[in-house]
């Protein structure tokens, strides 16, 4: 039997990776019954489907009338961009505030893009900041600064 559908395949493999550790830890907790469930029951029911569903996706790409597909490259660019992005945003979150540490957010996660324009990630970013700052810090008050320290020091 050969690999027909190696994106399936591989989808089928993480599934099962998942679901299996999901189930095995949950197994550190007590499950319980139905009628009685435990702090364990629920993840190791979702661990099971994720299981099942990994076994059908992998078992499907192996059939003989699967469509063939293979698996692109991988770009590395795109993916360091946005985990710099990401950390750094973490990281200046305290010291920057909300409105500066998303406007870096977007332009680092936008480098990734073999698509990259300096104004459009500009635009993207200014709209980003006013709907978080009206959402998180003046409507849900998260307790993150929302500007630079800098600018009008710590509250």
Same mark, same amino acid.
């Given at each position: ?6 994106? &399936?395949? /591989? !989808? +089928?493999?993480i599934?099962?990776?998942? +679901? ?5 830890? !949950?197994? +550190?907790?007590q499950?319980?019954? =139905? @009628? ?14 994720? %299981? ?5 996706? =992998? *078992?499907?790409? #192996?059939?003989?009338?699967? $469509? !063939?597909? $293979? ?5 590395? $660019? ?20 909300? !409105? #500066?540490? %998303?406007?870096?957010? *977007? *332009?680092?996660?936008?480098? +990734? ?5 300096? $104004? &459009? @990630? ?6 980003? *900041? ?8 003046y409507f #849900? ?5 929302? /500007? ?5 020091g710590r509250?």
């Amino acid at each position: 039997m050969s690999i027909k559908n190696t994106k &399936d395949l /591989w !989808a +089928g493999v993480i599934f099962l990776f998942f +679901g299996i550790a999901t189930m095995v830890l !949950a197994m +550190g907790y007590q499950i319980g019954s =139905a @009628a009685r469930m435990g702090p364990g029951y629920f993840p190791f029911f979702l661990g099971g489907v994720l %299981t099942v569903l990994g076994l059908i996706i =992998a *078992v499907r790409s #192996l059939v003989p009338g699967a $469509r !063939a597909e $293979r698996i692109a490259p991988i770009h590395l $660019r795109p993916i360091l961009c946005v985990l710099l992005a990401v950390v750094l945003f973490g990281l200046l979150l305290p010291s920057l505030g909300l !409105a #500066l540490s %998303t406007v870096t957010l *977007v *332009v680092l996660s936008s480098l +990734g893009s073999h698509e990259f324009k300096l $104004r &459009d @990630a500009l635009v993207s970013s200014g709209v980003l *900041v006013i709907v978080s700052l009206a959402l998180f810090v003046y409507f #849900l008050r998260i307790q993150a600064p929302a /500007w630079p320290v800098f600018f009008f020091g710590r509250t």
